[in-house]
C-alpha cells in the first residue's frame, strides 16, 4: 500500500511547493489498468481475488480505489495481509495483488476442564471447521469461556489458547484451562437494613457464608444470587409487610489468590403495611360470607375494616386467592377471574396500611364437550376411559381433571410424565374439549437370569408377563423359578373389568418346592390355587371389596430341630376364605407421591372349611404420602424431581392355633422373608426380644409370633418413574399372643436407600442402623446392616 500511495505523495508535495504559474498546469492522469497480477493466492482463485478487490481494467485508479480494493479484500476473512503494487512495464500500467491466505480452521479442544461440563464450554466457542481461521472469534470465545467460569464462581479460573498448524495445513485450536478452586463467599454483608438482622435476612438466602460443618461450603453461583435478590429476599419481606423491599445495589469484593469473597448487597427495605380494609365484588355464585372464609387476615367489620389489623403477608395473601380461584373452577367457572387489587395508603397518624379487594369476573359455567384421548396405539380407548373421572356432560371441575390425568399414569402402559391435559373451549365458546395424550410404553416382558429369591438362595428363572394382555388391560404372568434350593411354578391371570364391568377377578395355580437357606426353615413343598373377585364397595371409586378362596397341600420336612419338633407336616391341607376391603388413592405408582392406601383384611383358615389348622387372621394397614416439593421439571405437571414424605402403619394378629403352618405366622427383621424391619437381621425379632443369634441367618420356633405393629416415616425423592431414594426411620415389634400387643415397645432402625425398577423386577438396596441391637449378653450394641430387596417396595 505504501508503494501504490508514494507516487500520489510526491504529486501533492510538489504540487505545494511549486510556483503558481505551475500549479495552474493541470497534472497528469494516472494511467489506466492494463493488466492485474495476483500473487501468493492458493486456495482462492485468481479471479475471485480480482473480483473481490472492485479493480477492472482501463480503469484509472486513485489513491482511494487502491483503499477500497485492500479494505474489500480484507474483509472477505480469506487474508491475513493485503498488498497493492503499481508498476510500468513497457510503457502500460500493471497493478500487482499481493495476498497472504489465512490458514483453514480444523478441529478445537479444550482441556483441563472438570467442574463445568464440556457441552457448556462448547456452546461458548463458535468456531467454524474448514473455514477461515477467524482469529476474533478465537479470542471471543476465550474470553466467553473465562466469563462462564466467573458466572459459575471460578473467580481464579485462567484459560490460554494454542494455535497448532496440523499437517493437512488447517490450524487445531485448543484452549487449556486452568480451573482453580470456586470461590467461596466468606461474609454476606448487608447494608440499609434496620427491621431485621442481617443473620435473619442471610439466613434466607441460598447464598451463604461458609461454616463449620461440611455442607456449609459458602461456594458462590451468580444464578443463586440473583434469585436470592429477585426472588427469596423480596417474597421473605413481603411475608412480612414489606411490600416494596428491593436490592437496590450488589457486589462481589473477590480475592482470587486466596479464593474468598465478601457478596456487598444494599437494600431497600421500605415501610411495614399492615392490612387496613378488606371488600369484595362482583360474586354471585358463593355468597360474600362464603367467599370471606378465605380471606385470611381475619375478621372483618361491617365498615370493611380489618379488625384483626394484622400485618399484610404476600404469601398468604396470594394462597387465598388461588384457593379462591380453585374453588370457581372446581364448579364450572373456568373462565372467571378472581383479581387481587392492593391499595397503599398512609393513615393521618403516619402508619401505612394496604386495602386489600377481591374483583370477581365470573363468567359462564362450562361443562365438558367432548373427551378426546390421542396416541393409544395399543391399549384400547375402555381401558383409559375406565381411569378419568371426569365424564362428559358434567360440569367441569379442575380437582377431577387433575384426578383423571393421575390415574392414567397409575396405569403403568404409557410413559411418564404424561403430557398435561389439553383444555380448550368447544364450538360454543362456552363449554370445554378435555384431550389426554398418552405415548405407549413397552410393557410385556420375557426375562430369564438369577434371582434371589424370598430366603431361598441364588437361583435362575425364566419369567413371561404382560399387564396388558390384547389391549385391554389384562394382566398375565408366567413365571419358572429353578436352583439347586428353589423349583416354583406359577400361573396368573387378573381381569380387572370383567365383561366391562367394574368386578375383577384374579386366578391363580402354583406348584412350589423350596429349601430354605434363611433361616434354617428346611424345605418347603405348595401345590394350590387361589381365586379372588373385587367389587366396587359402597359405590367408591376407589374403594373395593375382594374376596378370595385358596385350597392348597403343604409338606414342611427339614429344617432345625426346634422347628421339625413343632411344625413338621407332610400332606397337610390349608383351605382359605379371606376377605379384604382397599381404600387406594395413591398416585405416581410405583413410587407414591401422593395419596392413600387403607387396608382391612380378614382371614379364615380351618374350621368348617376342612384342613389342617384353625385360626384366624385380622390385618390393618395405613399408608398416607404427602408431596413437599419439585426440583427442575419447567413447571410441567409431573416432571421434575418430586420431593416427598410418606407415613405408613401396620399391624396384624392371629387368633386360634396355626398348626403346621409356621409361615403364617409374622416374623420381623430384615426385608426378605417376614414382616419388614431395617436395620436388623432376618428373623431377629422375636416375642422375646432382639435375638442376636439371627445374625447367623437361624430361626427358631421363637422367632415367631401371633401379632406385630410396624410403623415407618420417609423423606423421598422420586428421581423418575423407575429410580426413587429416601431416608427412612423403621419401628416395630413381634409378639407372642394378641393379648401381648403392645405398639409402645418397639425397635427403631434408620438408614437411606434407593429402589429401581429394572427389566428383572423391582430392585433396592438399603443400609439402616439398628439403634435397638444388642450383644449376647443383652449390653446395647447398634450397627449397621446391609439389605438388598428384590420385588418388595415400602
Not at 66 to 74: D, E, G, K, R, T
Not at 241 to 262: E, P, Y
Not at 318 to 336: D, F, M, P
Not at 704 to 719: E, I, K, L, P, W
Amino acid at each position: 500500500m505504501r508503494r501504490a500511495l508514494l507516487p500520489f505523495l510526491l504529486a501533492l508535495c510538489a504540487a505545494a511547493t511549486a510556483p503558481l504559474s505551475a500549479q495552474e498546469s493541470p497534472l497528469p492522469a494516472p494511467p489506466p489498468i492494463d493488466s492485474i497480477l495476483v500473487e501468493g493466492a492458493q486456495r482462492v482463485p485468481a479471479g475471485q481475488v480480482i473480483a473481490t478487490s472492485g479493480l477492472v481494467l482501463q480503469q484509472r485508479p486513485s489513491y482511494r480505489d487502491i483503499q477500497n480494493a485492500m479494505s474489500a479484500l480484507f474483509r472477505s476473512g480469506q487474508y491475513d495481509d493485503v498488498q497493492v503494487d503499481q508498476r510500468l512495464s513497457g510503457g502500460k500500467s500493471v497493478v500487482v495483488l499481493r495476498v497472504v491466505e489465512r490458514p483453514l480452521q480444523g478441529a478445537f479442544d479444550v482441556t483441563g476442564n472438570s467442574k463445568i461440563p464440556l457441552r457448556d464450554i462448547s456452546d461458548r466457542i463458535r468456531l467454524i471447521e474448514n473455514r477461515p481461521l477467524d482469529r476474533a472469534a478465537v479470542a471471543r470465545a476465550r474470553f466467553a469461556i473465562d466469563s462462564l467460569y466467573r458466572d459459575r464462581g471460578y473467580f481464579s479460573a485462567r484459560v490460554t489458547v494454542r494455535q497448532e498448524p496440523q499437517p493437512d495445513g488447517r490450524v487445531m485450536v485448543t484452549y487449556d484451562i486452568v480451573e482453580g478452586s470456586k470461590l467461596v463467599v466468606a461474609r454476606v454483608q448487608v447494608e440499609g437494613d434496620s427491621a431485621f438482622s442481617e443473620g435473619d435476612i442471610v439466613g434466607q438466602m441460598s447464598t451463604k457464608p461458609e461454616g463449620f460443618w461440611w455442607w456449609q461450603n459458602g461456594e458462590y453461583d451468580e444464578d443463586k444470587l440473583e434469585d436470592d435478590m429477585r426472588g427469596r429476599l423480596p417474597a421473605w419481606y413481603a411475608a412480612r409487610g414489606h411490600i416494596d423491599f428491593q436490592v437496590t445495589g450488589d457486589s462481589l469484593v473477590a480475592d482470587s489468590t486466596r479464593g474468598k469473597g465478601v457478596v456487598l448487597l444494599t437494600v431497600d427495605e421500605g415501610p411495614k403495611y399492615r392490612v387496613g380494609t378488606f371488600d369484595l365484588t362482583g360474586n354471585r355464585r358463593y355468597s360474600t360470607e362464603e367467599l370471606m372464609g378465605f380471606f385470611p387476615f381475619g375478621p372483618v367489620g361491617v365498615d370493611g375494616q380489618v379488625l384483626s389489623k394484622a400485618p399484610f403477608d404476600r404469601t398468604r395473601w396470594e394462597k387465598a386467592t388461588e384457593q379462591v380461584r380453585t374453588l370457581y373452577a372446581n364448579t364450572g367457572y373456568i373462565y372467571s377471574q378472581v383479581v387481587p387489587e392492593e391499595v397503599r395508603r398512609v393513615t393521618p397518624e403516619g402508619e401505612h396500611v394496604l386495602d386489600l379487594r377481591w374483583t370477581i369476573r365470573e363468567g359462564q359455567v362450562a361443562t365438558v364437550n367432548r373427551i378426546s384421548i390421542v396416541g393409544n396405539d395399543v391399549t384400547h380407548e375402555p381401558v383409559i376411559r375406565e381411569a378419568i373421572v371426569l365424564l362428559p356432560g358434567q360440569v367441569f371441575n379442575r380437582d377431577l381433571l387433575l384426578r383423571s390425568w393421575q390415574n392414567i399414569g397409575n396405569i403403568g402402559f404409557f410413559q411418564q410424565p404424561l403430557p398435561a391435559p389439553d383444555v380448550q373451549p368447544a364450538e360454543n365458546r362456552v363449554d370445554v374439549d378435555i384431550t389426554f395424550r398418552v405415548e405407549e410404553r413397552r410393557t410385556g416382558n420375557v426375562n430369564f437370569g438369577a434371582s434371589l429369591g424370598q430366603g431361598t438362595g441364588v437361583g435362575g428363572f425364566l419369567g413371561l408377563e404382560e399387564p396388558n394382555l390384547f389391549g385391554r388391560g389384562k394382566r398375565g404372568r408366567l413365571q419358572w423359578q429353578f436352583g439347586r434350593n428353589i423349583r416354583d411354578f406359577n400361573l396368573a391371570y387378573t381381569d380387572p373389568n370383567i365383561k366391562e364391568s367394574r368386578i375383577s377377578g384374579t386366578i391363580s395355580a402354583f406348584d412350589s418346592r423350596a429349601r430354605y437357606v434363611v433361616g434354617d426353615l428346611g424345605r418347603r413343598q405348595a401345590l394350590g390355587f387361589n381365586l379372588q373377585a373385587g367389587f366396587p364397595f359402597l359405590a367408591r371409586m376407589y374403594t373395593r371389596l375382594f374376596v378370595n378362596y385358596g385350597l392348597q397341600r403343604i409338606s414342611y420336612t427339614g429344617g432345625s430341630a426346634d422347628l421339625r419338633a413343632r411344625f413338621q407336616c407332610e400332606q397337610c391341607v390349608r383351605s382359605t376364605l379371606g376377605t379384604t376391603i382397599l381404600k387406594d388413592t395413591r398416585v405416581g405408582l410405583p413410587f407414591p407421591t401422593g395419596g392413600t392406601l387403607v387396608r382391612l383384611e380378614g382371614e379364615l383358615n380351618g374350621g368348617f372349611l376342612g384342613g389342617t389348622g384353625n385360626f384366624q387372621k385380622v390385618e390393618l394397614e395405613g399408608r398416607w404420602f404427602a408431596p413437599l416439593a419439585t426440583l427442575g421439571g419447567d413447571g410441567q405437571m409431573g416432571g421434575g424431581v418430586q420431593l416427598l414424605v410418606g407415613l405408613s402403619a401396620r399391624s396384624g394378629v392371629i387368633f386360634g392355633d396355626v398348626g403346621p403352618f409356621f409361615t403364617e405366622l409374622y416374623s420381623m427383621g430384615g426385608v426378605q422373608f417376614g414382616i419388614p424391619l431395617r436395620g436388623y437381621p432376618e428373623f431377629s425379632i422375636t416375642p422375646n426380644g432382639y435375638d442376636v443369634r439371627a445374625q447367623a441367618n437361624t430361626a427358631s420356633s421363637n422367632s415367631f409370633g401371633q401379632s406385630f405393629a410396624a410403623f415407618n416415616v420417609t423423606m423421598g425423592a422420586r428421581v423418575s418413574q423407575f429410580l426413587n431414594v429416601s431416608l427412612f426411620v423403621d419401628a416395630g415389634n413381634n409378639f407372642r399372643t394378641a393379648a401381648q400387643f403392645d405398639p409402645t415397645r418397639l425397635f427403631r432402625g434408620a438408614g437411606a436407600g434407593v429402589a429401581v425398577v429394572s427389566p428383572l423386577g423391582p430392585i433396592g438396596v438399603d443400609m439402616a442402623y439398628g439403634f435397638d441391637r444388642t450383644d449376647l449378653v443383652g449390653r446395647p450394641k447398634p450397627g449397621w446392616q446391609l439389605h438388598f430387596r428384590v420385588g418388595n417396595f415400602f
